[in-house]
């Protein structure tokens, strides 16, 4: 049968699976020559594991026709390239683990692959997951498959670009400042950041340990949910891990949103915003009352101008102590010339890290040192109970909030390239969401002039289904994530 | 928050990070200019405010201290820079 490869969602090919009108060798074979067809004009991917594959496929095979089927065997997904994958290289884009191979899997990997899945391989990000827009790849860059001259957003570009253009039925990517949701709006597919703790972390490369989370890019809501519920739940591993049971998240999606009260935080439509994305952020909200649910459009979150800052100052502090690990001596780049242990360690350093990171490394350490800890990281903490007690006031009256996604369409390659402050700015609608550990998904929108705008819907903690629901009947109202780029 | 070139070579050695002269000042401006628009976060009044380290409400979360089998030699030396034997090999840390 011809398998359209850019349309077909996870749970269509499980249904095809399971009647064995289709095959995962085949699904696979199909996913393999996507790749190589778009891959010169995309470049998401830095890693294909085209023999793993195929051998996961075939064991995938033995497991349906057996009977013994999950909701994700047999089919083939791509994951980000700062989750560590057991033999398998694990880069982070950067040259300081370009040579890395993981000697454990990451809990969501042992996850998946218990669930029978097909790995494809790993996708671009921006290096060591700080950027916006997968520029910082130490690799290559990727390109929006929308149009091959704008970015596809970051720092999980590679994966959101790689399931737009069918390139794998899904992805995972992480989020620590917006990394699934701004390349997801970018890519118009779906992507979840779930609750802070939902998730565990054991395995995903540590960029700022009170941020980061791993979640799914996806075609459409349904498989959103079918991801989630694979990757979601409590692990010892992961301190930060939460002991709550996972719901089928499957089950909540409906298309009645009566009863479902939501509220629109005037700070996120910023001023400075693209006319286009507000005006068809403002109908889609429109759309989500004509689904039955009530609308407030006056909602103040008053501390929202404050939240880049207080990510800047935060993510980085965490990042130069994650960081510090990457001193040439137990794995990575390890700088071969050098006179002494420190020189060793600098230089290693040095030619290892690209820009981005090592300013990063260098706000955080400067944030942390003596004399200006309390001027910057605690002040940030501080501000960071405000911003998250503006929230929890908020869903007392609320079950979701919705926002856009980003100020912007996706924009081009090399536009903010040299202003770092820029390409921050790009993450002003949803860093606030990791300050305060909540969950939100991003759903493709519309468009403007061809390139896509997403609608962001943020949730209390926990509440993933809410979420789902609302962004499944907005999904099947609008079907934008049917429209797929020409590539 | 204007930073000075001496700034930027101690934030450089506290991170062990290495910086060429030409670097040096190209990253004061961004840094400086970066630290400038935080600024803004003096103007936020947190008086009583309790500092957020992570979002859960977790404490004291242990585990059982219970012997496993460790990641096998071979394992952890794999990636390797420089190794001899069973050791990751370095310059010396003490010299003379």
Known sequence: ?487 | MKLSRDDVLHIARLARVGVTDADVEKIREQLSNILENFEILQQVDTTGVPPTAQSVSLQNVMKDDVEAPSLPVPQVLANAPHQEGEFFKIKAVLEE
């Open chain 1, 1 to 487: 049968m011809t398998i359209d490869i850019k349309q077909l969602t996870i749970h269509e090919a499980q249904r095809l699976l399971r009647a064995r009108e289709v095959s995962s060798v085949e699904l696979t074979r199909a996913s393999l020559e996507r790749i190589s067809q778009v891959e010169p004009q995309v470049r998401a991917v830095v890693t294909v594991t085209e023999e793993l594959a195929l051998q996961q496929a075939q064991k995938a095979d033995e497991l349906i026709t057996r009977g013994d089927a999950s909701p994700l065997t047999g089919v083939p997904a791509l994951i980000k390239d700062n989750i560590c994958t057991k033999g398998v290289r694990t880069t982070c884009s950067s040259k300081m683990l370009e040579n890395f191979v993981p000697p454990y899997d990451a809990t969501v990997m042992e996850k998946l692959n218990a669930q029978g899945i097909v790995m494809l391989g790993k996708t671009n990000m921006d290096e060591f997951a700080m950027g916006s827009s997968t520029e910082n790849s130490a690799l290559f860059t990727t390109h929006n498959p929308w149009d091959l001259s704008r970015v596809p957003g970051g720092s999980s570009g590679g994966s959101a670009a790689a399931v737009a253009s069918g390139e794998a039925f899904y992805a995972l990517g992480s989020d620590t400042g917006g990394s699934i949701r701004q390349p997801a709006g970018f890519c118009s597919v779906a992507g979840l950041k779930p609750t802070y703790g939902r998730v565990s972390r054991y395995g995903l490369v540590a960029f700022a340990s009170s941020l980061d989370q791993i979640g799914p890019l996806t075609k459409d809501v349904t498989d959103c949910a079918l991801v989630l519920n694979a990757i979601a739940g409590y692990d010892d591993r992961d301190s930060t891990s939460v002991p709550l049971p996972v719901p089928d998240y499957t089950q909540c999606l409906s298309t009645d949103l009566r009863g479902l009260r939501i509220g629109v935080p005037k700070e996120y439509f910023v001023a400075g915003m693209q006319a286009e994305v507000e005006t068809q952020l403002r109908g889609s909200i429109d759309k989500l009352k004509e689904l039955g649910a009530s609308i407030d459009w006056e909602v103040s979150l008053p501390h929202t101008p404050y939240s880049l800052a207080v990510y800047y100052i935060i993510a980085p502090s965490e990042a130069s102590a994650n960081l510090a690990r990457y001193d040439g001596v137990k794995y990575g780049y390890s700088y071969p010339n050098a006179d002494n242990m420190w020189d060793a360690m600098e230089k290693t350093r040095q030619f290892g890290f690209g820009a981005e990171v090592k300013r990063r490394i260098m706000l955080g350490t400067y944030a942390l040192s003596a004399g200006y800890y309390d001027a910057y990281y605690l002040k940030a903490q501080k501000v960071r109970t405000l911003i998250r007690q503006e929230f929890d006031q908020a869903f007392t009256k609320f079950d979701a909030l919705v926002t856009p996604t980003s100020p912007t369409v996706p924009f081009k390659i090399g536009e903010k390239v040299s202003d770092p402050l820029q390409m921050y700015l790009s993450d002003v609608c949803t860093i606030p969401i990791n300050i305060a550990g909540l969950p939100a998904i991003v759903i493709p929108a519309g468009f403007a002039d061809g390139l896509p705008i997403g609608m962001q819907i943020i949730g209390k903690p926990f509440s993933e289904e809410t979420l789902l629901k609302i962004a499944y009947a907005f999904e099947q109202a609008t079907d934008w994530h049917k429209r797929k780029p020409q590539i």
